[in-house]
């Protein structure tokens, strides 16, 4: 574009929290029409940046211009009616109410108090329309794909006169197919002289959708440049600081016995539907097996099932032979298993209680942790020691509250616990979720280090990236059915991508 | 037939407290807040209930009293759950003691001194012309003391409301997904003080019915587990306005049962049919639920700043 | 530390407040708040009698306290103790009444033992029906209540009915299995030893066990614990034993040490009022105890403050419901220092937010 109009600047943006410098004079615009991309790790300040321009937050200094005049955002409701549209990564939308019924949520109706939804639907029918989007306003929102969900908040925004759209890691939950008509539904609005915040942290993308891209790192901004022949490793270098290489290192793979083997396993939920399809595969000794997939594509089921927490209705599951059906979840971690949940603090942790409880959370009952049913906590302190020591947790003391760890130490902790014992198998999911690049790679060394030992790995992520340099060989998932299992070195990201969205090669 | 009739007079008008709580609690449930101290609410509906009704000579003012006092206890709850955000359950625990000190105290005070019941002008049965002479429904349906009619009034109407205006899927909102709400622009505070006080006004009104309608007295402790029973009747009748007046006349029976067969002069002891109404609660609660879902936010204060 | 000391702080300035807020109720009345406060602590602690009237009030206090803190180590809120108390007294008598030949040093026991059985029977159900059907204990428990007490009523105006039948009681406890008295000129017995034992259990059981161990987890996060290979469904039902048994040795030392034979509501509320213990303690051994000392002064002060102060006795309550409220809202008051104070975005799952890395 040789002419442009600014819409949006943010000037000078710092915000300070306690201890913490999220932002630090960062300077941000958006020009008319365009995609601008806010690149950036987790914890970059991305997320700050955008809660002070949705009005959830106060810069501590600097300020906002919106179409040449200074705009000040006390509440999202200010945001809103200056025409700024945020959709969030996790979708505000209420699950039991229907799609008419969120989007009017909050607007002004003609003849308050009625609700007149009916009237309220057609519009909204049509007005999507003029958007080329279809949407049945009368589904509840909790039926609807997660692909539609984001449909419907984008139309939310735009209905309450959004002209900046604000989309925050929009691409973490979609199929590749569905990415592609995110970013063809962009590409209208942005015609349509719409301006776009683009947020994520996959460059990939980033260099695909947008026409400038500003990376932040630690709270400060890096640079911002035109999308002109820019390569994935300058905007890497960028974010992290340093040089990055996208390969992990490792050992080539000599795997060797099956240690966990799973056959015809199926899994239907309470009204019949199948959430796990004629699932067939093997980990051996010394293999990463990666499990790639959309998120909901029945990962969280197919853990649950190899850790015992759901009964598979069909099928064997065997770890070193032994079958698992059956047996109880503590029955299957004295069969050698470690187990890294995706939700760490939902169920890896219980974090009102201090470290040295959570550590001892899978043996506390057996000697040496207890004898006949009372706890030695003489015992269970030293033995924490060394394992945090070990595992480089970083805290002062092992009895302060596990809340009061950073996620990258809670993962360790987790790690700590799980992989002190040499174990035989080893369950990980999202296991590098929103950790910094330190801990990430700390993670991957660890595991590897497991590898190394003989340890069988079963590593499900959404991250393509990394479970292509990462893995050994790759499941792809799709509703609840394996659709291949591949050499990394023998496919492309495409080829995957396909699979993820329901093709079989 | 007579027996039937009877009966069912008496189910509705035994429910009538019941439900108008369980509908002052929907209220609130609907935009995320547990009360447990419906109880207690009750019990200072019931004493000033009469206590204004002493004073004005009229029930009718006694129970506008009565609910006006739910609403200023409302109002205490609302501050300590909704801006202190303090744990629900245990501040409705608390608030069912002061009631019963309170209103004890008070009831020596100003009533006297023993426990020896204080009593107040009652309702009358207000039949509905032609309608009342219905055979069986007429007379358990159409002729019955004006709260009552009130009541299964509100019954639709709170559904409409909840369905049909802003302000009732505001409150849904805010029940289900506050977050939500919140990026919407809505005030999630002030919605929920406003479901508290609607609903606190009600159940404080249940009181006062109870003491004025049922039994025209004041006695101390004579909620009885009512409070909690409306509770029950929520989750009985999956958090909508037609199942909760469904399970309150459920409940209802278990008393007019009772009630029939001690002055039938029933060779069981009364302690057990007394008992009635509570196992009944019981047993709904271990039978029943399972399948209905409470407002996913039920009990959780609410906090924006956090995402 | 820092926390502890905070928490304790804030309970002393909350009761203070409440104790104030009873002052202006009692002025109201038209009496001089300092006479009857006067006469609160003089009916508690200004005699023999007095100090012994207090430990009398607080020994069933600490055990319905316990009720309540079993409970709610596991998650459960549990407002059965007054029922629980009801049916440990009712087999406390029956054993206590009966087996008249027995040594002490064997009836005692047994009838105690009785007591924490009927006691734990009624909690024990709760549980089951919470972990089987996922019924609310919170109702289920009040539920309970009711019939307990509509029980008691029913035995000792029939089955249960001392001859020749004109009072509502039962016949009396037997020499063998009375708590004997410890304080010449009081009421005080054994008792208290008993609720004393109960409270080194509830610390080395909670702090020590395995089992109390997992009732933390499983009190604290029922997913994680699951995911840890723990059973929560065992471990909530064993909390409702446990916390049933205790209530129903409430119910048993009253009967066995004071009141002597088993009559309709032979407890003045101390089920509910353990529920306040606890609350006020914040489940915490050391806490309970205190609590149970505060309101069992306030009982044992306030009939002396009726009788020479005229104060009616209600306005005890008024006081304990005011400490209770102040104490919540002490509990809460943190929340003012962190509003308006913005914090970076957390993700909220679990049990409790974290911050991520910035």
């Given at each position: 574009?040789?002419?442009y109009?600014?819409?949006?600047e943010?000037?000078g943006?710092?915000?300070v929290?306690?201890g913490?410098v999220a932002?630090d004079?960062?300077?941000?615009?958006?020009?008319?029409?365009?995609?601008h991309a806010l690149?950036?790790?987790?914890g970059?300040g991305?997320s700050?940046?955008?809660?002070?321009?949705?009005?959830v937050?106060?810069p501590?200094?600097?300020?906002?211009?919106?179409?040449?005049?200074p705009?000040?955002f006390?509440?999202?409701r200010?945001?809103?009616?200056?025409?700024?549209?945020?959709?969030?990564?996790?979708?505000?939308?209420?699950?039991k109410?229907t799609?008419?019924?969120n989007?009017m949520?909050?607007?002004k109706?003609?003849?308050?108090p009625?609700l007149?939804?009916?009237k309220?639907?057609?519009?909204?029918v049509?007005?999507?329309?003029t958007?080329g989007?279809d949407?049945?306003?009368?589904?509840k929102?909790?039926?609807?794909t997660?692909?539609?969900?984001?449909?419907?908040?984008?139309?939310?925004?735009l209905f309450?006169?959004?002209?900046?759209?604000?989309?925050?890691?929009p691409t973490a939950v979609?199929t590749?197919k569905?990415?592609q008509?995110?970013?063809s539904?962009i590409?209208?609005l942005?015609d349509?002289?719409?301006?776009?915040?683009?947020i994520?942290?996959?460059?990939?993308e980033?260099?695909?959708?947008?026409n400038?891209?500003?990376?932040?790192r630690?709270?400060?901004l890096e640079?911002?440049?035109?999308n002109?022949g820019?390569?994935?490793?300058?905007?890497?270098?960028l974010?992290?600081?340093r040089?990055v290489?996208?390969?992990?290192?490792?050992?080539p793979?000599?795997p060797?016995d099956?240690?966990?083997?799973?056959?015809?396993v199926?899994?239907?939920d309470?009204?019949g539907?199948p959430?796990l399809k004629?699932?067939n595969?093997?980990?051996h000794?010394?293999?990463?097996f990666?499990?790639a997939?959309?998120?909901g594509?029945?990962?969280d089921e197919l853990?649950e099932?190899?850790?015992?927490?759901?009964s598979?209705?069909?099928?064997s599951?065997?770890?070193?032979g032994?079958?698992v059906l059956g047996k109880s979840p503590?029955?299957?971690?004295e069969m050698?298993?470690a187990h890294i949940?995706?939700?760490?603090?939902a169920r890896?942790?219980?974090?009102?209680?201090?470290i040295?409880?959570?550590f001892?959370?899978?043996?506390y009952?057996?000697?040496?942790?207890?004898?006949?049913d009372i706890?030695?906590?003489p015992?269970v302190?030293?033995?924490?020691?060394e394992?945090i020591?070990?595992f480089?947790?970083?805290?002062s003391s092992?009895?302060t509250?596990v809340?009061?760890?950073?996620?990258?130490n809670?993962?360790?902790?987790i790690l700590?616990?799980?992989?002190?014992?040499?174990?035989?198998l080893l369950a990980?999911?999202?296991a590098t979720?929103?950790l910094?690049?330190g801990a990430?790679?700390?993670?991957?060394?660890?595991?590897l280090?497991q590898?190394?030992?003989g340890?069988?790995?079963l590593?499900?992520?959404?991250?393509?990236?990394e479970l292509?340099?990462f893995?050994?060989?790759?499941?792809?998932?799709f509703r609840?059915e394996i659709?291949?299992?591949?050499?990394?070195?023998?496919?492309t990201?495409?080829q995957i991508?396909l699979?993820?969205?329901?093709?079989?090669? | 037939?007579e027996?039937?009739?009877?009966?069912?007079?008496t189910d509705?008008r035994?429910?009538a407290?019941i439900l108008?709580?369980?509908?002052?609690?929907?209220?609130?449930?609907?935009?995320?807040?547990?009360n447990i101290?419906c109880?207690g609410?009750m019990?200072?509906?019931?004493?000033f209930?009469?206590?204004?009704a002493?004073?004005?000579?009229?029930?009718w003012?006694?129970?506008?009293f009565a609910?006006?006092t739910g609403m200023?206890?409302?109002?205490?709850?609302?501050?300590?759950v909704?801006?202190?955000?303090a744990?629900q359950?245990v501040t409705?625990?608390?608030?069912?003691?002061i009631?019963?000190g309170?209103?004890?105290t008070?009831?020596?005070?100003?009533f006297?001194v023993s426990?020896?019941?204080?009593?107040?002008p009652g309702?009358?049965?207000v039949?509905?012309?032609l309608l009342?002479?219905i055979?069986?429904i007429g007379?358990?349906?159409?002729?019955?003391?004006?709260?009552?009619?009130?009541?299964?009034l509100l019954v639709p109407?709170?559904?409409?409301f909840?369905?049909?205006?802003?302000m009732?899927?505001k409150i849904?909102?805010?029940?289900?997904?506050?977050?939500?709400a919140?990026?919407a622009?809505?005030?999630?505070r002030?919605?929920r003080?406003g479901?508290i006080?609607?609903?606190s006004?009600l159940?404080g009104?249940?009181?006062?019915?109870l003491?004025?309608g049922i039994?025209s007295?004041?006695?101390e402790?004579m909620?009885s587990?009512?409070?909690y029973i409306?509770?029950?009747?929520?989750i009985?009748?999956?958090?909508?306005?037609?199942?909760v007046?469904?399970?309150?006349?459920?409940?209802g029976?278990?008393?007019?049962?009772q009630?029939k067969?001690?002055t039938a002069?029933?060779s069981?002891?009364y302690?057990?049919?007394m008992?009635?109404?509570?196992?009944?609660?019981?047993?709904a609660?271990?039978?029943f639920?399972?399948k209905a879902?409470?407002?996913?936010?039920?009990?959780?204060?609410?906090r924006?700043?956090?995402? | 530390?820092?926390?502890?000391l905070?928490t304790?702080?804030?309970?002393?300035?909350?009761?203070?407040?409440?104790?104030?807020?009873?002052a202006?109720?009692i002025k109201m009345?038209g009496?001089?708040?300092l006479?009857?406060?006067g006469?609160?602590?003089?009916g508690s602690?200004?005699?023999?009698?007095?100090?012994?009237?207090?430990?009398?009030?607080?020994?069933p206090?600490?055990?319905?306290?316990l009720?309540y803190?079993?409970?709610?180590r596991?998650?459960?809120?549990?407002i059965?103790?007054?029922?629980?108390?009801y049916?440990?007294?009712?087999l406390?008598?029956?054993?206590?009444?009966?087996?008249?030949?027995?040594?002490?040093?064997?009836?005692?026991p047994f009838?105690?033992?009785?007591?924490?059985?009927?006691?734990?029977v009624?909690?024990?159900?709760?549980?089951?029906?919470?972990?089987?059907?996922?019924?609310?204990?919170i109702?289920?428990?009040v539920m309970l209540?009711y019939i307990?007490i509509?029980l008691?009523s029913?035995?000792?105006?029939g089955?249960?009915?001392?001859?020749?039948?004109?009072?509502?009681?039962s016949r009396?406890?037997?020499d063998s299995?009375q708590?004997?008295?410890?304080?010449p000129?009081t009421r005080l017995?054994?008792?208290?030893f008993?609720?004393l034992l109960?409270?080194?259990?509830?610390y080395?059981?909670?702090?020590?066990?395995?089992?109390?161990?997992?009732?933390r987890v499983?009190?604290n996060?029922m997913?994680s614990?699951r995911a840890a290979?723990m059973r929560p469904?065992?471990?909530?039902?064993?909390?409702?034993?446990?916390?049933?048994g205790?209530?129903?040795?409430a119910?048993?030392?009253?009967i066995?040490?004071?009141q002597g034979?088993?009559?309709?509501?032979?407890?003045?509320?101390?089920?509910?009022?353990?529920i306040?213990?606890?609350?006020?303690?914040v489940?915490?051994?050391v806490g309970?105890?205190?609590?149970a000392?505060?309101?069992?002064?306030l009982?044992?002060?306030?009939?002396r403050?009726?009788?020479?102060?005229?104060?009616p006795v209600?306005?005890i309550y008024?006081?304990?419901?005011l400490?209770?409220?102040f104490?919540?809202?002490?509990?809460?008051?943190?929340?003012?220092q962190?509003v308006?104070?913005?914090?970076?975005?957390?993700?909220?799952?679990g049990?409790g937010?974290?911050p991520?890395?910035?």
């Open positions: 574009m040789d002419t109009e600014t819409v949006l943010m000037r943006i710092t915000k929290f306690p913490v932002n004079a960062i300077n941000f615009d958006l020009r008319k029409g365009e995609v690149l950036g790790e987790n970059a991305k700050t940046l955008m809660g002070i321009l949705s009005g937050y106060q501590t200094e600097g300020s906002i211009v919106l179409e040449g005049a705009v000040r006390d509440s999202a200010d945001a809103i009616h200056n025409g700024i549209g945020m959709v969030y990564q996790h979708f505000m939308l209420v699950p109410l799609v008419a019924e989007i949520l909050g607007i109706r003609p003849k308050e009625l007149q939804i009916d309220a639907s057609e519009q909204i049509a007005f999507a329309r958007y989007m949407l049945d306003p009368e589904q929102v909790a039926s609807l997660v692909g539609q969900q984001q449909r419907v908040e984008i139309v939310k925004a309450r006169g959004a002209k900046i759209l604000v989309l925050d890691e979609l590749p569905e990415i008509e995110l970013f539904m590409k209208m942005t349509q002289n719409f301006s776009v915040i683009f994520s942290h996959k460059i990939d980033v260099i695909e959708i947008s400038r891209i500003s990376v932040l630690r709270g400060k640079a911002t440049i035109n002109e820019v390569s994935k490793e300058e905007l890497a270098g974010m992290v600081g040089d290489s996208f390969c992990v290192e490792k050992t793979c000599c060797g099956s240690v966990l083997a799973l056959e015809g199926g899994l239907k309470r009204e539907r959430l004629d699932v595969f093997e980990v000794e010394g293999e990463i990666g499990v997939g959309v998120d594509n029945g990962q853990l099932v190899i850790t015992g927490l759901r598979a209705s069909e099928g599951v065997c770890i070193v032994q079958e503590r029955q299957i971690l050698g298993l949940p995706a939700d760490r603090q890896g942790l219980v974090l009102s209680m201090d040295k409880e959570n001892i959370i899978n043996d009952y057996r000697s040496p942790h207890s004898k006949r706890i030695s906590w015992f302190r030293k033995h924490t020691k394992n020591e070990r480089d947790v970083r805290t092992i009895d509250p809340s009061t760890l950073s996620g990258g809670q993962q360790k902790l700590a616990r799980e992989l002190h014992g040499k174990p035989v990980a999911m999202h979720r929103g910094d690049v990430i790679e700390y993670v991957h060394q660890r595991i280090e590898r190394a030992a340890t069988a790995v590593y499900i992520s959404t991250e393509l990236e292509m340099s893995s050994d060989r790759i499941a792809v998932m609840g659709m291949g299992i591949v050499r990394p070195e023998e496919v990201i495409d991508g699979m993820m969205a329901g093709s079989i090669t | 037939m027996l039937l009739s009877y009966l069912l007079a509705l035994m429910a407290p108008i709580a369980a509908l002052g609690l929907l209220f609130m449930e609907k935009s995320g807040v547990v101290g109880e609410m019990l200072f509906g019931t004493f209930g009469v206590f204004f002493r004073l004005s000579g009229s029930p003012i006694g129970l506008l609910g006006m200023v206890i409302g109002l205490f709850f609302a501050f300590i909704v801006t202190l955000r744990n359950i409705g625990i608390a608030l069912n003691i009631a019963q309170a209103t004890s008070l009831n020596r005070l100003i006297g426990s020896q019941a204080a009593n107040a309702f009358e049965v039949p509905i012309p009342s002479k055979p069986v007379d358990s349906l159409f002729n019955q003391m004006g709260p009552i009619y009130l009541a299964l109407l709170i559904r409409w909840m369905m049909k205006t802003t009732g899927l849904r909102a805010v029940g289900e997904h506050p977050h939500s919140d990026t622009g809505i005030n999630v002030s919605v003080y479901s006080l609607a609903g006004f159940v009104a249940a009181g006062g019915f003491s004025l039994l007295l004041f006695s402790n909620v587990g009512r409070g409306a509770l029950a009747v929520i009985f009748g999956k958090w909508n306005s037609w199942g007046l469904a399970a309150a006349l459920v409940f029976l278990g008393d007019a049962v009630i067969m001690q002069g029933s069981i002891p302690q057990f049919l008992m009635l109404p509570y196992i009944l609660t019981i047993l609660l271990s039978g639920v399972g879902e409470s407002p996913a936010a039920s009990g959780k204060p609410f924006n700043d956090e995402l | 530390m820092n926390r502890r905070n304790i702080l804030v309970q002393c300035v909350s009761i203070t407040v409440a104790f104030a807020l009873g202006v109720v009345i009496i001089s708040p006479f009857a406060y006469a609160l602590l003089n602690f200004g005699s023999i009698n007095a100090i012994g009237e207090t430990l009398v009030k607080m020994t206090l600490i055990l319905t306290g009720s803190a079993f409970a709610a596991a998650g459960l809120i549990n059965g103790a007054e029922g629980q108390l049916v440990g007294g009712i406390a008598t029956l054993v206590g009444s009966n087996f008249a030949g027995l040594p002490m040093i064997i009836h005692v009838a105690v033992a009785a007591a924490f059985a009927g006691g734990a009624w909690g024990g159900l709760v549980g089951l029906l919470k972990v089987k059907f996922g019924a609310n204990e109702i289920t428990t209540n307990a509509y008691v029913f035995l000792v105006t089955p249960m009915k001392a001859p020749p039948g004109t009072m509502p009681e009396p406890i037997v299995a708590l004997v008295r410890i304080l000129g017995h054994i008792g208290i008993i609720a109960a409270l080194l259990f509830y080395f059981f909670i702090f020590k066990m395995r089992q109390g161990y997992e009732m499983v009190g996060n997913e614990a290979g469904q065992r471990t909530m039902v064993l909390a409702m034993l446990l916390a049933g205790m209530g129903g040795l119910g048993g030392v009253e066995l040490g004071i034979r088993l009559l309709q509501s032979f407890s003045p509320g101390y089920g509910f009022d353990g306040a213990v606890a609350l006020v303690g489940n915490n051994p309970i105890v205190l609590g000392l505060l309101f069992g002064f009982r044992a002060g306030g009939n403050m009726q009788l020479i102060a005229q104060v209600s306005v008024v006081v304990q419901g400490v209770i409220t104490v919540i809202i002490g509990q809460n008051l943190h929340v003012f962190k308006g104070v913005n914090r970076p975005f957390r993700r909220k799952t049990d937010p974290a991520e890395v910035l």
